[in-house]
């Protein structure tokens, strides 16, 4: 059967039962990339990513049926592997082990524990190197010990096929209180990081005889104190060609409302403003290099909801808009992970969002936001490689948790040049909706099985005539709306 005659169509008008909130946001959609007065940002072929925790990682890709699977549908969209990075608090735990035919050894007193200290063999990065997408591998600097660090970056090197960087250290502002021995005797601060980093950036570069190799920063307190523009100012002609972007984390937090409100999200985005800024001025890309919505592996009433999959959404597209070249959401460990878009048994309402944005970007060359970020309405617009518009996706971050009547928001966009577009609408009962409390989202009338990652049900277009080039969409509180207009 062609996908065509799989698609069930319906129309907009009769899907809009719901009250209009106020009078209709107007959006106009520029004819052409590089016009209108917008900010556009170029595209890497996949912004959004995956991060997963250093001792975990393994477990995700040999244990978890749906690994695979979620990042294969994300493939589907736009033709590459999502990006992946391999990292966090257990890197600067981990040591090498050349004897080891293991891929991570260690123990844990209870299997929802990460590892205090942990080995790993060639296998771990034979089995990264499997992976068709880009890999970011996390390696330790904490513990000081720089020749294993140099003996695992080399296995990297040769194992890694898509090897994209590698970090040394991860979140090295809290190494004082972790008590890693890097920071003992030393006034530890930004200025003495980054020199640490300058030199170990330096040294294990020329050991692996790699330029534009090195993923620096890697700090989730926020800048300027801990941030690219600091680290950029110290480095010298020796250390720069080794770097090849920067690195920031960020678990915003708050209410499942604060979290998805629009307004809070750009202005969360804009913290790192001047650090992406200093990035570029330099030619280099920056990314969130492990991000999630709650730090510490989620909050249970936060970050399982589809709440968290709209903030999830809006937040990659924000930074992707903000320059911020990929978005890595981190996975920590498997069975306590809150935030996760995926387990072994159930799937995640973020993972929804998540594939929202994925499939407003795949195969798109830049992307704007239509609006300033200073209200609850959000409008983003790709563009392909000839300049021309190629989807928008419309976001009502109203609030709506269940109860009490649902309001809708009525979109107006002008600029188009059919007479008919189609739409796929993101949606679920409410903001609280979760997967495995029997309240699944969907995108286009489908959804994603538990365990598997397979995607079920029939793809559903809704279509909405144009006239004048404008047309008028209906969009729910805490809902999304994804146009396609080619
Ligand atoms: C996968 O699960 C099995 C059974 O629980 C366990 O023995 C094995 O260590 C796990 N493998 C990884 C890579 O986590
Ligand atoms: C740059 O700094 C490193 C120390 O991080 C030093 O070893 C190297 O000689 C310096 N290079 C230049 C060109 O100053
Ligand atoms: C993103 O970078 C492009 C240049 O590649 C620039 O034109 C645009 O203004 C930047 N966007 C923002 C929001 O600063
Ligand atoms: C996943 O599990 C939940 C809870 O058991 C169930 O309500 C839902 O229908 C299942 N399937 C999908 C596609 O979400």
Not at 173 to 178: A, G, L, Q, R, S
Not at 179 to 187: A, D, E, R, Y
Not at 293 to 313: C, E, K
Not at 414 to 429: D, E, H, I, Q
Request: aromatic content about 10%; hydrophobic content about 40%; charged content about 15%.
């Amino acid at each position: 059967m062609t996908k065509d005659l799989k698609t069930a169509v319906t129309t907009a008008l009769c899907l809009t039962a719901a009250l209009p909130a106020s009078g209709a946001v107007t959006f106009s959609l520029p004819s052409k990339v590089g016009t209108g007065g917008y900010a556009y940002a170029p595209l890497d072929p996949a912004p959004i990513g995956i991060s997963f925790e250093f001792f975990a990682f393994p477990s995700y890709f040999i244990n978890v049926t749906a690994t695979q699977q979620c990042l294969a549908n994300w493939k589907a969209l736009t033709g590459v592997w999502p990006p992946i990075r391999i990292g966090g608090t257990t890197q600067d735990r981990a040591q090498y082990d050349a004897k080891t035919s293991a891929y991570v050894v260690y123990s844990v007193a209870d299997a929802k524990d990460a590892p205090s200290v942990l080995t790993f063999g060639p296998k771990f990065m034979t089995l990264a190197g499997m992976y068709g997408g880009s890999v970011v591998v996390g390696l330790n600097r904490g513990k000081n010990n720089i020749d294993n660090t140099i003996a695992a970056a080399k296995v990297a090197v040769s194992e890694v096929k898509h090897l994209l960087a590698i970090e040394l250290g991860n979140e090295p502002e809290y190494w004082v209180k972790d008590g890693q021995p890097i920071t003992s005797g030393v006034n530890w601060t930004p200025a003495t990081d980054a020199a640490s980093q300058n030199n170990w950036n330096i040294r294990v570069g020329s050991a692996v005889d790699r330029t534009n190799i090195i993923q620096a920063g890697n700090w989730n307190d926020a800048p300027p104190k801990w941030g690219a523009a600091q680290l950029i100012a110290t480095e010298n002609a020796t250390v720069k060609p080794h770097v090849r972007h920067y690195a920031h984390h960020n678990y915003p937090g708050g209410s499942i409302q604060s979290l998805m409100t629009h307004s809070t999200i750009a202005k969360n985005i804009h913290t790192f403003d001047a650090d992406i800024a200093a990035a570029r001025g330099v030619g280099k890309e920056y990314v969130f290099g492990e991000t999630n919505s709650v730090s510490g592996g989620g909050a249970a009433r936060v970050s399982p909801t589809f709440g968290a999959g709209l903030w999830t959404m809006d937040y990659a597209l924000r930074a992707t808009y903000n320059n911020m070249s990929r978005t890595y959401f981190h996975h920590g460990t498997v069975g306590n992970c809150q935030y996760c878009f995926w387990g072994r048994y159930s799937m995640g309402a973020p993972y929804y969002g998540a594939y929202a944005a994925v499939a407003l970007m795949a195969g798109a060359s830049h992307l704007t936001a239509l609006d300033s970020g200073s209200t609850n309405y959000a409008a983003y617009a790709t563009f392909d490689s000839r300049g021309l518009p190629l989807r928008v996706l419309l976001y009502n971050s109203d609030y709506f948790a269940g109860s009490g009547t649902r309001t809708a928001q009525s979109f107006t966009l002008t600029g188009l040049t059919s007479s008919m577009v189609r739409a796929k609408r993101l949606t679920a009962a409410s903001a609280t909706s979760r997967v495995d409390q029997a309240s699944p989202p969907s995108f286009g009338g489908q959804q994603f099985d538990n365990g598997s990652c397979a995607i079920s049900g029939t793809e559903t277009f809704e279509t909405t005539p144009a006239s004048g080039g404008q047309a008028t969409f209906s969009v729910k509180a805490t809902e999304a709306l994804l146009v396609y207009l080619q």
